[in-house]
């Protein structure tokens, strides 16, 4: 670290004032929002709870599939690649922009000391691992269209999330599947074969199933802990109504302009709720609930292994610079598998 400031951690400081005079000029009504925390059921919490953690388990599950498509042995234990998702969920949850992406790898990386490359081919792990999350998202926004009661403002941002899932997808195939021979290659086309060798369980219908498998069950248990957080909230609604519920609050955090986009995750949760006859207070309570429930899991598992990893709050807040490591010049390549691993 240099010392220096890194004024581009502000940049959110000014969306996020603007969200904060927002809520307060046009928010719930704040005595009816603190109302509703004191019925809560703090069983149905502590159920939505584990079955979000149980969620974080079965999703890192997923990645490690993928990794272990990705690289040749030795493989990272799964002990250590949970280690990483959890520091990367943390990060994500306390940091501005993807930056926990970047922190999972960094863990990674430094456990694996000497593999050549490895910075790329983790990210292009990262990157397949996201895009097994097209399959159930995509399941979930079709089975809410039809299940669940819309808004009409919802419609068109849903056809988007299908289209853009479909086009991220194709290309995400379309690159695995390409054989190019790496011996000779230039550094920027170097790095982006070591990125392809990263969707190599995209190449294997066994391991990309097992993959899929995991992340549909992942998702399973997220749906079944928001229906258990409208439990605890004492809002009785179908299960297409919590499907409802966990899509928009993916949509609202696709593009974090500020740590959990908190406020705009409210809104998305309480607006939609109205059709079902749920009071806006008690709708925008619940969102804060919900989120606070995701957040304790990934902030909880993220600080026990943030310590044991060796990493601290200033190192995560330098992982935007983190895409250094991929640029640095390498040694004259050696002589690489002509055939991708896996």
Not at 224 to 239: C, D, K, T
């Amino acid at each position: 670290m240099n010392g220096r400031f890194d004024w581009r951690l502000l940049l959110p400081l000014p969306f996020l004032g603007v969200a904060i005079a927002l809520i307060w000029w046009r928010g719930p009504d704040w005595h009816s929002v603190r109302g509703a925390f004191t019925v809560v059921t703090w069983g149905w919490v502590f159920a939505a709870i584990a079955l979000n953690l149980l969620s974080v388990v079965v999703r890192s599950l997923c990645w490690n599939t993928t990794i272990h498509q990705a690289m040749p042995p030795p493989h990272p234990r799964f002990r250590l690649v949970f280690a990483a998702f959890g520091v990367g969920l943390f990060a994500n949850a306390v940091l501005p922009g993807r930056v926990g992406e970047l922190a999972r790898v960094a863990v990674l990386v430094r456990r694996l000391p000497g593999r050549e490359g490895i910075w790329a081919t983790l990210i292009g792990s990262v990157f397949a691992h996201r895009v097994f999350d097209l399959f159930p998202a995509m399941t979930l926004v079709v089975w809410v269209l039809f299940a669940a009661k819309l808004p009409s403002w919802a419609f068109t941002s849903f056809v988007v999330v299908i289209c853009a899932g479909i086009a991220l997808f194709l290309t995400a195939w379309i690159t695995a599947r390409r054989h190019t021979q790496v011996e000779g290659l230039g550094r920027v086309r170097l790095l982006l074969e070591r990125i392809r060798f990263g969707l190599g369980v995209m190449r294997e219908p066994a391991a990309a199933l097992t993959a899929g498998a995991f992340q549909f069950a992942g998702w399973l248990c997220q749906l079944a802990a928001v229906w258990a957080a409208m439990r605890a909230f004492h809002i009785y609604l179908p299960l297409a109504a919590a499907g409802l519920v966990l899509v928009l609050m993916n949509v609202a955090t696709i593009f974090p302009l500020w740590p959990g986009n908190v406020g705009l995750v409210q809104a998305a949760v309480a607006l939609p709720l109205r059709a079902y006859g749920v009071d806006y207070a008690r709708g925008f309570a619940y969102g804060i609930g919900l989120q606070a429930i995701e957040a304790s899991v990934g902030i909880g598992i993220g600080l026990i292994f943030l310590a044991r990893e060796g990493f601290s709050y200033a190192m995560l807040k330098e992982m935007p610079n983190a895409d250094a490591e991929l640029g640095q010049p390498e040694e004259e390549p050696r002589r690489e598998r002509s055939r991708v691993p896996g």
